[in-house]
């Protein structure tokens, strides 16, 4: 093939000069920070130890070794299997089975159960063509004469900037390597430096477990090319190398520097994916990568890392976190065995570490420009044949994956989630069809890139029709955070619509009572097949309430709405309390008090879902069966448990799984294990440290609802409620401060706190006392969009005052507007010489 002229710059140093200080650095670099990784080894383990950058399409592990560096890189389109690979099905029968699963139906309705085996004999089939995710391989930087112990080694992975840094000295000269993953220009970036000039020499290559490719280097670049060889998926990686001073050569498939003070490279990649069924095929990738690497390569490094920092910085910097942490002495896995969950600063900093990495890897995984969502190793993945194909489980793990994202103030980087999502309907109307008899749309236990919306006999994990429902609650829920009606109309509604019209369809009549549940239905992965399981008829109810609450907010379709009403009239709920006060996972009261399961899915209805309510006896049943089942399990399953207890609003429990997690199915390099490697654990773990400050599943924002006692001071800025609300928080002594809201739309405002049940001020912005309706320990008042509104507690102690409000108000002003304020609150005081309100904006 032939390929355009590169079209280098002219000007080498201008791009390979040392960056300016950038002016948003939170501290120099190598300064000590509570939210940086950091280790004095090098990595000899992709799993356990490597760090992980990212920019949505593109990941890289850094291994940070001295003789040799290692940078194993992916693509996040580049899969084997689907249309192309031989025999593919897309997961529908291939034969019609037109009374299989009436007679299945009926098995249940005359047994009351059936076994796994028995209903995968009836209505599986064997994987045709599912394929899995592929690493695209690893950079090698192979460096000469290195020294076998050189001085002052460390590894790190910031934060707050998502870049990894490599320093060490030998004889007299210190060495750095900094990496990122920009997602402007979508590449990946290296540096290599050293405080004296000429010091600078490696070879730069490539290897792969494709054999079906071609690598060559010109001109400082190299091309790596080629086809999966069972779907002819095409694929392209081009890394171009820029040198400050020294030589650069070409050598075949590799490119050699020597003697430089400095070189950059940088690395883009594709695949001929696109997202369409039922091709799923686009344009070669040449074009698009070979554009994306001629415009980094343009561009300086400062210039590249400047907008890397821009960017990210938009995101990870909206929330902080203070929880009482220092900043560790010691390496990141040090601290990591050193965790007890005790009383301590350094475990404090692991909690507040694993918070942020959530956000960190979540930003780092899933971006505006993605073809697909975060996956079950979100990006990162080095081998061909991965755990569970490294694939999109839809019976809690992709789900689990965005559980933070609106949280913590993420919205941006549910895009790929929500355009995965539709991308079914077109596969998942056919399955429903051919398969269940039913109008609109449903998916499998869990799907590929391709379109997998039909069954495979794995007999534990085969059944879970529910899956579509479930992936829509999220949808719906980015509409309750954000208030987009042009959203829920345009995107989400079409969407959860065809997953309620499935259910209006296949919902059976139980012949024990005559309401309408689900079946033949599976509590993932425990037990018999039933009808009526608990978390089926919950994740039903969820999508037909939703589908009604969006068709009456929109105002169309009302004869779906007569029809879902009369639906959900007759459905079986799925709550129930049994024989010995737990939460039943089935319509019969089959739960046993030994059962460990590492699933609670019959707790669904607690959360994500919103049907049961902490005080309720529902939730006092759910408490009885979360503590049956004991606080093991896999990290991913902690990390659910982590949220049942915040929803419980019982945050030593909560904290309690945190540490349970953090202990023992955590990695060195912080990520969760299932075992082996699952990403959904980090980002439920976030999702559970986010419940602990702030709840709005109930339509009103309940700040602090579960503070763990050993957080006894701190603070929070930046979390998401429902309602569009933007919610601050400071707390001592176990006692909130002050809550700070800020509303995104005009109307009535909710807020629910403990200390409002004492005494307690609330004012707006220019320090005018607003007079809301109490309720217990709930405020009501008219919120106007666009305002921040504080709560005082006035029952505090001592609460000192800030070095400045932090409301875009001069200190005197508010204090002089506090002094003249009348209070109209209820049970509000104002003591004289109220000092202003202290900022609730923290640097954790």
């Known amino acids: ?140 930087l192979d460096f000469a004469g290195t020294p076998q112990n050189p001085a002052s080694y460390r590894r790190e992975l910031s934060l707050r900037d998502a870049v990894a840094r490599v320093t060490y000295a030998a004889d007299g000269v210190t060495y750095s390597r900094e990496y990122f993953a920009g997602h402007p220009g979508n590449v990946i970036v290296g540096r290599l430096s050293a405080d004296r000039g000429g010091k600078v020499s490696f070879t730069l290559r490539h290897t792969s477990p494709h054999a079906d490719k071609t690598v060559t280097a010109a001109n400082g670049r190299l091309i ?51 997202g369409d069924y039922p091709a799923y095929r686009g344009p070669d ?148 069809q051919e398969i269940y008899g039913a109008r609109g749309w449903v998916v499998g236990n869990e799907t590929n890139p391709f379109g997998f919306t039909g069954l495979h006999d794995w007999a534990t994990s085969f059944w879970f029709p529910e899956a579509a429902a479930w992936t829509t609650q999220q949808l719906y829920d980015r509409y309750r955070f954000t208030s987009d009606v042009t959203y829920l109309r345009d995107t989400a509604y079409p969407v959860i619509k065809g997953a309620a019209e499935f259910w209006l369809d296949f919902l059976h009549t139980d012949p024990r009572d005559g309401t309408l549940v689900v079946s033949p239905g599976y509590s993932p992965e425990h037990g018999d097949f039933s009808a009526g399981a608990s978390m089926s008829q919950q994740i039903v109810r969820g999508v037909l309430t939703n589908a009604l609450a969006a068709a009456k907010k929109l105002g ?19 709550i129930r309390v049994g024989s010995w006060g737990q939460l039943q996972e089935w319509k019969s009261d089959w739960d046993s008090k030994t059962d460990d399961h590492r699933h609670v899915s019959h707790l669904y209805a607690l959360h994500p879902g919103n049907q049961i309510t902490a005080g309720a006896p529902e939730a006092e049943a759910a408490k009885v069966s979360l503590t049956a089942r004991g606080d093991g399990g896999t990290g991913w399953s902690k990390a659910w448990k982590i949220n049942f207890w915040a929803r419980l ?39 559970g440290v986010a419940e602990m400050l702030v709840q709005s599943q109930h339509d009103y924002v309940h700040v602090l609802p579960a503070l763990p006692s050993a957080w006894k001071s701190g603070s929070f800025s930046g979390l998401r409620a429902r309602g569009d609300v933007t919610v601050d928080a400071t707390w001592k002594d176990g006692a909130a401060d002050t809550i700070i809201v800020r509303p995104g739309k005009t109307g009535p405002i909710m807020v629910k706190s403990g200390f409002i049940a004492d005494r307690y001020r609330v004012y707006d912005e220019q320090g005018h006392e607003v007079g809301p309706h109490r309720d217990g320990d709930t405020l009501t008042w008219n919120a106007r969009a666009g305002k921040a509104y504080t709560i005082r507690n006035e029952a505090a102690a001592t609460l000192p005052a800030p070095p400045s409000v932090g409301l875009g108000e001069p200190l005197q002003r508010v204090q002089a507007a506090e002094a003249n304020a009348e209070v109209t609150g209820p049970r509000c005081r104002r003591p004289a010489a109220a000092p202003a309100p202290p900022s609730a904006r923290a640097g954790g």
Do not use: C
């Open 1 to 140: 093939m032939t390929h355009p002229p590169l079209r280098l710059p002219t000007d080498l140093a201008a791009v390979l000069a040392p960056p300016a200080q950038a002016t948003a650095e939170p501290a120099p670099q190598g300064a000590p920070d509570n939210l940086t990784l950091w280790y004095d080894r090098p990595a000899t383990d992709w799993e356990t130890q490597a760090l992980p950058i990212g920019n949505g399409p593109l990941g890289a592990k850094i291994f940070g070794g001295v003789a040799t560096e290692q940078l194993q890189f992916n693509e996040k389109t580049l899969w084997t299997g689907g249309p192309g690979s031989p025999g593919y099905d897309f997961g529908n029968w291939k034969t019609p089975r037109p009374d299989a699963i009436v007679e299945v139906q009926r098995q249940i309705d005359r047994d009351g159960r059936m076994t796994p085996e028995a209903v995968a004999a009836k209505l599986g089939q064997p994987k045709t063509g599912f394929g899995a995710y592929q690493t695209f391989g690893d950079l090698y």
């Open 224 to 274: 790596i090319r080629g086809a999966l060889p069972d779907n002819k998926m095409r694929f392209e990686a081009q890394v171009q190398v820029l040198n400050q001073g020294g030589t650069r050569t070409d050598d075949g498939d590799r490119v050699t520097v020597t003697g430089a003070d400095s070189a950059m490279f940088v690395l883009s990649a594709g695949t001929d994916y696109a």
């Open 285 to 432: 990738p040449h074009a698009k990568v070979t554009a994306a690497v001629d415009a980094a390569a343009g561009k300086s490094h400062d210039q590249l890392k400047q907008a890397h920092l821009a960017d990210y910085r938009n995101l990870f910097d909206r929330v902080k976190l203070d929880i009482g942490q220092s900043t560790p002495a010691v390496p990141t896995d040090r601290l990591l065995r050193a965790y007890t969950g005790g009383d301590s600063a350094d475990d404090r900093a692991l909690e507040a570490l694993m918070f942020a990495y959530g956000r960190y890897l979540l930003i780092s995984s899933s971006r505006e420009n993605d073809l697909l969502p975060a996956n079950l190793q979100g990006v990162w993945n080095n081998s061909t044949s991965p755990p569970w194909s490294a694939d999109y489980h839809v019976n809690i793990n992709l789900q689990m994956n965005y559980w933070l994202a609106e949280q913590t103030n993420l919205d941006e980087t549910t895009g790929p989630y929500a355009r995965y999502i539709a991308a079914m309907v077109a596969p998942g109307t056919k399955t429903a």
């Open 556 to 574: 169309v379709d009302e004869g779906f709405q007569a029809e879902v009403t009369a639906t959900l009239a007759r459905l079986d709920p799925g």
């Open 649 to 687: 609003l019982d945050g030593d429990h909560a904290l309690k799984m945190l540490s349970e997690q953090i202990k023992t199915s955590t990695l060195d390099n912080l990520w969760d294990t299932h075992p082996p490697f699952q990403i959904d654990g980090n980002f439920g773990a976030t999702s």
